[in-house]
């Protein structure tokens, strides 16, 4: 991708060091530190113009957010949206969430293992040909690096307008044994689903009636346990459920003996 931006993008950035982070690297295991509490860190990796994260901070004041993206001018832009945002809370700067410039490759780099709770990938390159299949976000080995990064409540929220990635992706989290949940291959089938954040792409498809594929992806062994929990609740027994049900055995219980014992003296 290929950006033309303002002059003094550079110099427009290093003007904003309590939002932007031109060098992620130095804060590595210390994030919590810049935030200045011990909240939940969810990061976007390729953040884009910034809709996406700005409005889901906006959102979730209970958590940190961190967007991510290797282009200054997105960066930029993301800068005026994300302030955009939290103006209309009263904030002139917006207090949970901060914007780095980084490349996805260097992940590991910029967070220590278990720092982070949740990732979004948002309608990432789909890199079609097969020998870029590497560079897809929801490659394998990039799978391996968001388990080490996340914690044990750790989860990936993935959205795509791409069928092929989508497939490509359920395989790959599949492959690399993950659970995955809320499955969707029409997000927005009745209408724009409001509990969802839409990202710049993700409404300008939508205008085209493209369909936005979505799943969430459960890492973390706390957020398995959650997920086992929830995913079993239907298929519970409540106390007086399983009494009701012992009783109406032992019933069957004491009419089969009698049925037995009438059979035997006949």
Known sequence: MRLRGRKGIRENLEAQPELVVLEPEQYKGRWAELFGNDHPIYVELGMGKG???????????EANFIGIDMYDELVRRASEKARAAWAELGHETPPSLMLARANVEKLEDIFAPGELE???????????????????????????????VLNTDGQIHFKTDSETLFEFSLNSFADSGLQMTNISLNLHRDGINEEHVMTEYEHKFMGKGMNIHRCEVVIGERALERYDEIRMEPYRISPDER????????????QASEDEKSGSEA
């Open 51 to 61: 809709r996406f994260i700005s409005g889901t901070s906006v959102r979730n004041p």
């Open 118 to 148: 949740r990732i979004y990938l948002n309608f990432s390159d789909p890199w079609p040909k097969k020998k870029h299949a590497r560079r897809r976000l929801t490659h394998p080995r990039f799978l391996e690096m968001y388990k080490r």
């Open 243 to 254: 009494a009701a049900l012992a009783a109406e055995e032992a019933e069957e219980q004491a």
